[in-house]
């Protein structure tokens, strides 16, 4: 057996990519070339006192592997060395025989320090013997070393993660205020502009002019009050504060409903409706309505002019809404994304915050539903809502 380590393989265990467990296993395993030891047990600080432990890992490679543990824990020593902060060897009498030997552990407890900082106790079990000399001691030391700057290394990576992702949301608050600023300023703009044209005394307007800056006004007061409700709404969410009111509607109703009166305020009637079944479900009417009035929207922005169908059906046990427009589609690898809060597909020129569908899904998900989306780049986007058929005290899912 050598006493001096491989530092090359060394210091591959130290530096790979992995989880802290699984490269202080290979270097605990590469450890026995130069170390005789049956068990071993790293602790280390679980909480703001030195002496609150935990166990990292714990290892059995020699005799009594489901004894090792459990003789180690009827002692104090890993105690005694954070506490004492130097290495303790426990030596009991040692008896001749295998079955004294597994009640016989010689154990040697090192602390691991970082900064003069005990960070952890790394204990060593022989069982029955032999005690650990001075060049063993050596080894151990050497390997709390090891362990340590691994510790350390874990520690560093995890607080760099951490404080990469606050800088980030930080970054990212600071565009979406920009967004915000943005976004709100261009319908105030416009409210603010024709109102003031309108109350000029220098000027007189006739009735048709009059009616078309009232139009624009109240146009874009709708979108101002719309981008308000969702801001709220995606703060209710946050919150888990999302009002609903749930209560048994024929869905068909619902939707036919919906269509025509978005046909009298639409630029693009061209919606077509498919409706297979007649069907009672329990649900928020007013909240299935704004989904439905998102995504019509989301289609005059996105795929200007092209036909809309929606579509009812009967599916298991559930009814499904179908959403279908002709438009341009959404790239693939968007498509997971849509969902998330303030997404918007890059270099897609218009208004809002990317929160609607974001809100629907929840809206969604309150009702135990699913939201699905199904695009293909020039051939259109389909979305589809499932509302279960029964009515259910269930809690709502979650997103």
Same mark, same amino acid.
């Given at each position: 057996? &050598? +006493?001096?380590?491989?530092? #090359?393989? *060394?210091?591959?265990? @130290?530096?790979?990519?992995?989880? !802290? ?13 130069? #170390?005789?030891?049956?068990?071993? *047990? ?10 609150? #432990? ?48 597994? &009640?016989?552990?010689? @154990? ?13 106790? !790394? ?6 013997? /032999? ?19 691994? @510790? ?126 007649? /069907? ?56 997971? &994304? ?18 609607? #569908?974001?809100?629907?899904? +929840? ?13 293909? *780049? ?22």
């Amino acid at each position: 057996m &050598s +006493n001096e380590f491989d530092y #090359l393989e *060394v210091s591959k265990i @130290m530096t790979q990519k992995g989880s !802290l467990k699984k490269n202080l296993s290979e270097l605990f395993q590469l450890a026995r070339k130069y #170390l005789v030891y049956d068990n071993l *047990v790293l602790l280390g600080s679980s909480g703001p006192q030195e002496n609150d #432990l935990e166990v990292i890992i714990a290892v059995a490679f020699g005799r009594g592997k489901s004894k090792g543990e459990e003789v180690f824990w009827d002692g104090d020593l890993a105690q005694r060395v954070i506490m004492s902060g130097i290495p303790e060897i426990y030596t009991p009498k040692l008896k001749s025989g295998q079955d004294e030997r597994l &009640s016989q552990p010689v @154990m040697l407890g090192m602390p691991v320090y970082s900064e003069q900082k005990i960070i952890g106790v !790394l204990v060593m079990i022989r069982f029955g013997g /032999p005690v650990f000399d001075e060049a063993s001691q050596k080894i151990t030391s050497f390997l709390t070393n090891i362990v340590s700057a691994m @510790m350390v290394r874990k520690s560093l990576n995890e607080s760099i993660d951490h404080y990469s992702n606050e800088i980030r949301s930080l970054n990212y608050q600071d565009d979406i205020l920009a967004v915000f600023s943005h976004e709100l300023k261009t319908p105030l703009g416009f409210i603010k502009g024709y109102a003031t044209t309108l109350l000029r005394e220098d000027t007189e307007w006739d009735k048709e002019t009059v009616r078309d800056f009232l139009q624009i006004i109240n146009d874009e007061s709708d979108n101002l009050t719309a981008m308000i409700e969702n801001i709220l709404d995606s703060a209710r969410i946050k919150s888990e504060a999302l009002p609903m009111n749930f209560q048994i509607t024929r869905l068909d109703l619902l939707l036919l409903n919906f269509v025509a009166s978005a046909k009298l305020r639409s630029n693009n009637p061209d919606i077509k409706t498919i409706i297979k079944v007649k /069907p009672e479900a329990f649900l928020d009417e007013k909240r299935i309505i704004q989904v439905l009035a998102n995504l019509l929207a989301n289609a005059r922005k996105y795929a200007p002019g092209s036909r809309i169908e929606i579509q009812l059906t009967e599916i298991k046990d559930h009814y499904r809404i179908q959403f279908k427009d002709f438009g341009p589609g959404i790239p693939e690898n968007y498509i997971s &994304s849509v969902f998330r809060r303030y997404f918007q597909v890059p270099g897609v020129e218009t208004n809002g915050f990317g929160l609607g #569908l974001y809100i629907c899904n +929840n809206i969604i998900c309150q009702h135990n539903g699913r939201f699905l989306i199904r695009s293909k *780049v020039n051939y259109g986007t389909t979305f589809m809502i499932d509302i279960p058929k029964k009515s259910s005290s269930e809690k709502p899912r979650q997103l």
